[in-house]
């Protein structure tokens, strides 16, 4: 356990059972807008065609699943952009253009056969109540509709788009293991790959 990241997070603080929860996780699940982008939609004539993820949310979600914790994406949004990423990040369970979210997290859960429990979802606005109460950890960025922080078991230090999938990850991998044998494996070569 990381202790010195830890100490971090007042809600973490004398909360044992918290901690627990974290360590037990084994999928975390994902909005996009607002969460992996800054919220912001770009707009062309041809529609949406420009979307902005941080780099660093990237490694995260790399990393996540090496050490045994699934990765999905739940978004009301579809486009290629996003698809694109997607496809870089090998991220398997993407349910993109998706309205009815606690339908998909419900589906996601039973193809993976995990208890709810065993999830954390991150969002950022109130369409992701619709999951936050069925998951064992809810967290939200730090610009994260009002809502939200009166739901969440953990509202982050990041704002949206500014690595918040990367402080989701440091926070889950801190509590079994120090930072520095977590990112052990992002320093190997064939980690890009």
Do not use: H, W
């Given at each position: 356990?990381?202790?010195?990241?830890l100490s971090f997070y007042p809600?973490?603080?004398?909360?044992?059972?918290l901690v627990a929860k974290l360590q037990s996780l084994k999928l975390v699940v994902f909005d996009v807008d607002g969460v992996l982008t800054d919220g912001?939609?770009?707009?062309?004539?041809?529609?949406?065609?420009?979307?902005?993820?941080?780099?660093k949310d990237g490694v995260a979600m790399k990393l996540l699943p090496k050490w045994g914790i699934q990765v999905a994406v739940i978004t009301a949004k579809d486009?290629?952009?996003?698809?694109?990423?997607?496809?870089?990040l090998k991220v398997d369970h993407f349910y993109p253009g998706c309205h009815n979210k606690a339908e998909a997290f419900d589906d996601?859960?039973?193809?993976?056969?995990?208890?709810?429990?065993?999830?954390?979802?991150v969002g950022d606005d109130v369409i992701d109540l619709q999951v936050m109460p069925k998951v064992g950890v809810a967290l939200c960025p730090a610009d994260a509709h009002l809502l939200l922080h009166r739901h969440c078991s953990i509202v982050l230090h990041k704002a949206a788009g500014e690595g918040v999938a990367r402080e989701v990850a440091d926070l889950i991998l801190s509590t079994?293991?120090?930072?520095?044998?977590?990112?052990?494996?992002?320093?190997?070569p064939e980690f890009e790959k």
């Open positions: 356990m990381d202790s010195t990241f809600s973490l603080q004398n909360d044992d059972s912001r939609l770009l707009y062309t004539d041809q529609g949406e065609n420009i979307k902005c993820f941080n780099v486009s290629a952009p996003l698809r694109l990423r997607m496809k870089d996601l859960i039973t193809r993976l056969n995990l208890d709810p429990a065993e999830a954390a979802y079994r293991m120090s930072l520095e044998e977590a990112y052990e494996l992002a320093q190997k």
